[in-house]
C-alpha cells in the first residue's frame, strides 16, 4: 500500500513538472486530482532566467477645491514597499507584493492579441451626458472579445484589471492623502547592464514603460483598510507631503 | 592534571566527565543503531555479479529487503528532527519579518487580491481561518500560527502541533497569490509528508517528557497496532520527501539545461543582478566582480542538481554532493535573501544524512566540548 502511495505520486508530481506534451496531456485528468495542494513548477530562475528589475507605478488624479481635475506624479509602489524593509537580510513578504502583482497583470496582458492590447491601454472612462462613467466589466469583456477569440484571455485579464483598480486606489489615497477619482498605473522595466558590461558605469539598456489607461477610482474606502495602506506608506517614507 | 581545587573546579570536571560518559552512550547508542541495521546492509558482497548468486534469487529478494527496510527500523530521525526545527523556524521566521505588513500582505489589506485568490481550488475552511473582514480575528489566528510553530520547532506534542501548524500555514497563505515562493511549495507538500514521520522521537520537548514518564500514555482501551505501521509510515514519509527533493533539482536541472545563460555561465549574475533579490548589494556586485566565480557557481549548480541522485548512491560522493548543495542554499540565502526556500532545501537534504552520523557528529561535538573545557581547567 505505501509503495502504491509513494508510485501515485510520483505520477502526479511527475505530471505537474514535465514539459508540455502528448505525455502530460494524457495525465492531465489524474494530475487535477491533486491540485491545488500538489500542485508544483520549478521553473524559476530556468530556463529563462529573469533580466529586469520591474516596478509598478501608479498615477492618480483628484479634483481641487476648484473642481479642476489635478494629475499626481508617476509613484513607485514597488519602491514605497522595498524601502521600508532595505537591508533586511530576511526581507518582509512586502517585497513581492506589487512586483508579482504587476507581473501577474502584465503576463496576462501579453496573451492578448495586439487589438485587444490597444483597448487595454486605452482608457475606460467615458463621458456620457458631460458625466464620466467606466466601461462595466461586461463591456470591457465584450469589446475585447470582439476583437479576439480569446475569452479565456479576456476574462483573465479584466478580472486583474478590476483588482488592479483597487489596489492602486487604496495606495494613492493613502499615499496622496486625496479623493481619488481615477487611476493608472505602468509596468517599469530596468535591464541592469550585459554580464560583459556589468563594470560599465554608464546603463546600457534603456528603461522600458508599459503604460496602461485611466480607470475610474473604487468608489468605496473603508476607513480600516486604507489605515493599512497609509501605514505603508509611511513606513516606506512616502506620503502627501512628498507630491 | 592537577586535581581541581575550588568548588567550581569540581564542578567542571564533573561536567567534563559527565560529557565523556555522554560520548560513549552516543557511541554505543550508534552502535544499537547499526545492530538494529538489517544484517543484508552490513553484508554488501552479494549482488547479481557474485559468483554464484543467482540473479533471479537476488531480484526476487528484493522486495522481501524493501519490506525489511521500511517496516522494522524508523530511519533518518535525527535528520527529521532538524527538518521539524528548521521548518518551525521557517514559519516564524517569515511570521516575525512579515509581522509589521501582515495586514497588508494576508489581512483586511489583501482583500483586493480575493476574485483571484478565491478561485484555486482550496476548500473554504482553509479561506475561513484567517479572516480579512476583522483585523483582530485575523491577529488571532496570526498568533495562533507563530504559537503552533514554535511547538512544533521544539517538539511539544509534534504531531498536533505539526498538524495545526500545517493547516494555519496554509490558511494564511491561500490568502494571497501573490506572496508564495518556491519554499512555500515544498514546505506545504513536504510538510505533509513529514506528519506521518516520527517528528518527536529526537531533540524534542516529547523526547524529554517521554524519558521521564510524562508524555500521556495510550490508554488501554485503545487498540494496540501493529509494531511494523509506525515504521512504514515513517519510513514511507521519509522516501517521498527524499524523492520530492530529488524531483525538485532534477527537473530544475533540466530546465537550466535549455536556458542559454545558463549554458554559458552568466546566470549567476542575472540572479544577483535583481533588486528584488539584493538585501545587501554591494555584496552581490563584489560576488560577480570576477568571470570565474559567476561562471563556476553557475556550472556547479547545474550540475550537482542534475547529478544529486547518482552522487547519493556512493558515500563519498553523497558527502561531497551534501556539503555542495547546502552551500549553494547557503548562498541563495545570503545574496539573495530567500531564506525560506534556502532553509526547506536544506532540511531536506539532510535527510540523507544517516543518524548514525548524527550521533558520531554529536559525539565529536561533546567529546570537543569536553576536551576544551578540560584545557582550560588545567592551563593557569
Not at chain 2, 285 to 303: C, G, Q, R, S
Request: proline share 4%.
Amino acid at each position: 500500500m505505501a509503495a502504491i502511495l509513494v508510485l501515485l505520486y510520483v505520477v502526479l508530481s511527475v505530471a505537474y513538472v514535465m514539459p508540455p506534451g502528448n505525455v502530460k496531456n494524457a495525465l492531465g485528468g489524474y494530475a487535477a486530482l491533486g491540485r491545488p495542494y500538489f500542485s508544483q513548477s520549478w521553473n524559476v530562475f530556468a530556463p529563462n532566467i529573469l533580466k529586469a528589475n520591474i516596478e509598478l507605478e501608479f498615477q492618480a488624479q483628484w479634483y481641487d477645491s476648484s473642481g479642476e481635475l489635478v494629475s499626481s506624479d508617476w509613484i513607485s509602489a514597488t519602491d514605497l514597499e522595498t524601502a521600508a524593509v532595505a537591508g533586511w537580510p530576511v526581507p518582509s513578504r512586502i517585497v513581492k507584493q506589487s512586483w508579482n502583482l504587476i507581473k501577474a497583470y502584465n503576463t496576462r496582458f501579453i496573451e492578448l492579441n495586439a487589438d485587444q492590447r490597444d483597448v487595454v491601454r486605452d482608457t475606460f472612462i467615458r463621458s456620457v451626458g458631460g458625466e464620466f462613467t467606466t466601461l462595466s466589466t461586461e463591456a470591457v469583456e465584450e469589446k475585447l472579445n470582439d476583437l479576439g477569440d480569446n475569452p479565456g484571455d479576456v476574462a483573465r485579464l479584466v478580472r486583474y484589471d478590476a483588482l488592479m483598480k483597487e489596489y492602486v486606489t487604496y495606495l494613492a489615497t493613502a499615499y496622496l492623502g486625496e479623493d481619488i477619482a481615477r487611476v493608472r498605473w505602468r509596468l517599469f522595466t530596468q535591464r541592469p547592464n550585459d554580464f560583459e558590461h556589468r563594470l560599465d558605469e554608464a546603463q546600457q539598456f534603456e528603461p522600458d514603460i508599459r503604460q496602461f489607461g485611466w480607470r475610474l477610482a473604487t468608489e468605496r474606502i473603508l476607513p480600516e483598510v486604507l489605515a493599512v495602506y497609509e501605514e505603508v506608506v509611511r513606513r516606506g517614507g512616502g506620503g502627501a507631503s512628498d507630491d | 592534571m592537577t586535581e581541581p581545587q575550588t568548588r567550581r573546579e569540581r564542578r567542571r570536571a564533573e561536567e567534563a566527565e559527565a560529557a565523556l560518559q555522554s560520548e560513549t552512550a552516543a557511541v554505543e547508542e550508534g552502535a544499537a543503531i547499526e545492530e538494529a541495521a538489517p544484517i543484508k546492509e552490513k553484508d554488501t558482497t552479494a549482488s547479481p555479479d557474485d559468483e554464484g548468486v543467482d540473479l533471479g534469487e537476488w531480484v526476487r529478494a528484493l522486495p522481501d529487503e524493501a519490506v525489511r527496510w521500511a517496516t522494522t527500523v524508523k530511519r533518518a530521525t535525527y535528520s527529521f528532527a532538524v527538518l521539524r526545527i528548521i521548518y518551525g523556524f521557517i514559519i516564524l521566521l517569515v511570521l516575525v519579518t512579515s509581522f509589521a505588513d501582515r495586514q497588508y500582505l494576508w489581512g483586511i489589506g489583501s482583500r483586493f487580491i480575493d476574485p483571484v485568490a478565491t478561485t484555486r481550488g482550496y476548500p473554504f475552511f482553509f479561506e475561513a481561518i484567517f479572516n480579512k473582514s476583522n483585523a483582530v480575528v485575523f491577529d488571532i489566528a496570526y498568533f495562533l500560527l507563530a504559537i503552533f510553530a514554535l511547538a512544533f520547532m521544539v517538539g511539544f506534542l509534534t504531531r498536533l502541533s505539526g498538524m495545526l501548524t500545517l493547516l494555519f500555514w496554509i490558511g494564511v497563505s491561500v490568502n494571497s497569490t501573490l506572496l508564495t515562493n518556491g519554499g512555500d511549495t515544498v514546505l506545504r507538500i513536504t510538510l505533509l509528508f513529514a506528519l506521518f514521520a516520527d517528528l518527536g522521537r529526537r531533540w524534542s520537548v516529547d523526547e524529554w517528557l517521554r524519558s521521564r514518564g510524562r508524555l500521556l500514555k495510550r490508554p488501554e482501551w485503545m487498540p494496540r497496532t501493529p509494531d511494523w505501521l509506525g515504521p512504514l509510515a515513517h519510513n514511507t514519509a521519509l522516501m517521498l520527501c527524499a524523492y520530492q527533493i530529488i524531483l525538485i533539482y532534477v527537473s530544475s536541472a533540466f530546465l537550466k539545461l535549455q536556458g542559454v545563460e545558463w549554458l554559458n555561465g552568466t546566470a549567476v549574475y542575472y540572479s544577483l543582478a535583481l533588486d528584488v533579490f539584493r538585501p545587501f548589494p554591494w555584496l552581490n556586485d563584489l560576488a560577480t566582480m570576477w568571470d570565474f566565480p559567476v561562471i563556476a557557481l553557475t556550472w556547479m549548480t547545474m550540475v550537482l542538481q542534475l547529478l544529486f541522485p547518482v552522487l547519493l548512491v556512493w558515500r563519498p560522493t553523497r558527502i561531497a554532493a551534501l556539503i555542495g548543495i547546502t552551500g549553494v542554499h547557503l548562498g541563495i540565502g545570503l545574496f539573495l535573501g530567500l531564506w525560506p526556500f534556502s532553509l526547506a532545501m536544506i532540511a531536506l537534504d539532510f535527510l540523507f544524512v544517516r543518524d548514525r552520523t548524527w550521533v558520531w557528529a554529536v559525539a565529536e561535538l561533546k567529546k570537543r566540548v569536553a576536551q576544551f573545557r578540560e584545557r582550560k581547567l588545567v592551563s593557569p
